[in-house]
């Protein structure tokens, strides 16, 4: 199962612009406020500072979701990063740290992270609906430390139901086999081995009537 002690909402479009592509492309995620110069190991007062130097607007909101990407999330925490009705999962790899060649694309603050499931989102309408209804905070990044135990909860029992359906594609490319073996056995001299086909046969048929 997928281990990871905290969980956060992390939305493709800094600065307004789409940039799932580079998401996935970079194993990246990454926030806008591209004025702003390197942020490392910036406490929250002095992002303020830089916000106001920078003429951006200081509300709370604005300086918690900053204060978030560049101090609070941390290596091994997951990421969930929805995308119209796709839903990407990404575990942190990397502290937070600034690329100077992504200032003028406008998402020049970034972590590395690896997808977990870049070949195969979830489908936002199968997640649990509190979880899905968490999905709908507007900020570029969000806690949702509080739905920690429904999203692992979701987890482990997609993890259960995929397993299942891997055993039962496995089973069935052997039925050719299996069908081939039991035909033998019925066309065999012994008798015995005859007799023994014909029973799983009959028990096969009368489980399926």
Known sequence: MLNFDDLWLVRTNPENINRLKEFLENDIIAIGWSNLIDLTGM????????????????????????????????VGDLCIIPYGD???????????????????????????????????????????EAVRKSLGA?????????????????????????????LHESLITLLPSALENIKNAMESNDVQRRLDASIQVLRLIQKYE
């Open 43 to 74: 406490p929250k007062p002095e992002l303020l500072t830089e916000l106001a130097k920078n003429n951006y607007s200081c509300s709370n909101v604005k300086l918690g979701v900053i204060n978030q990407f560049v101090n609070n999330i941390h």
């Open 138 to 166: 507007q900020n570029y990044v969000a806690h949702l430390k509080h739905r920690i135990d429904e999203f692992k909860a979701f987890l482990s029992e997609k993890e259960t139901t995929t397993d299942n359906i891997d």
């Open 86 to 128: 796709k839903v990407y999962l990404a575990k942190v790899t990397s502290p937070y740290y600034y690329d100077s060649t992504k200032v003028a694309e406008g998402y020049p603050h970034q972590r590395k992270v690896e997808f977990i499931n870049k070949d195969n989102p979830i489908r936002r309408s199968s997640l649990p």
